[in-house]
């Protein structure tokens, strides 16, 4: 790394921590050559992903999208912040780890129902009730019946 003040490359890692609410990493640097302190932030890069939706049009992949629709599933419900932050952490690991460059909404969808029937039951229903669009009783209790298994 080099330093922003006298353009060395003689640089160190004084202090490193994580940044709270982003996967990256603050780390605190010092020259060797003119002792100035500076500080660089680094992040994972990630392959470009696109989202395939149901009528096949392609959009880019958006984190937000996916934590909206677990927080309409898990409102009102005892769960804690961290814990939809940390599930929301390990749904995008497993969709990263594809290493692919696009992945089916549908895909995601069932990434998404897989965690939170771990999470939280109504949470799960709520979420389900939408992303299978229920089109009557029948198919909500054929879906709570599979849970219930």
Not at 17 to 30: A, C, G, K, L, W
Not at 95 to 120: N, Q, W
Request: proline content about 3%; charged content about 35%; glycine content about 4%.
């Amino acid at each position: 790394m080099k330093c922003p003040y006298c353009n060395q490359d003689n640089t160190r890692v004084v202090d490193s921590r994580p940044v709270e609410d982003t996967n990256s990493i603050r780390r605190r640097r010092m020259c060797d050559i003119c002792g100035k302190r500076f500080t660089t932030y680094e992040k994972i890069e990630t392959i470009p992903l696109t989202v395939v939706k149901k009528d096949q049009n392609r959009q880019n992949y958006d984190r937000r999208k996916i934590q909206d629709g677990i927080l309409r599933a898990c409102y009102k419900r005892p769960i804690a912040v961290e814990k939809v932050e940390s599930m929301m952490d390990s749904i995008e690991g497993e969709i990263f780890a594809t290493e692919e460059k696009e992945i089916s909404s549908t895909r995601i969808g069932e990434i998404v129902m897989d965690h939170l029937k771990d999470l939280d039951a109504v949470a799960y229903v709520r979420f389900a009730s939408v992303y299978r669009e229920f089109k009557d009783v029948g198919t909500f209790l054929d879906e709570l019946k599979k849970f219930m298994n």
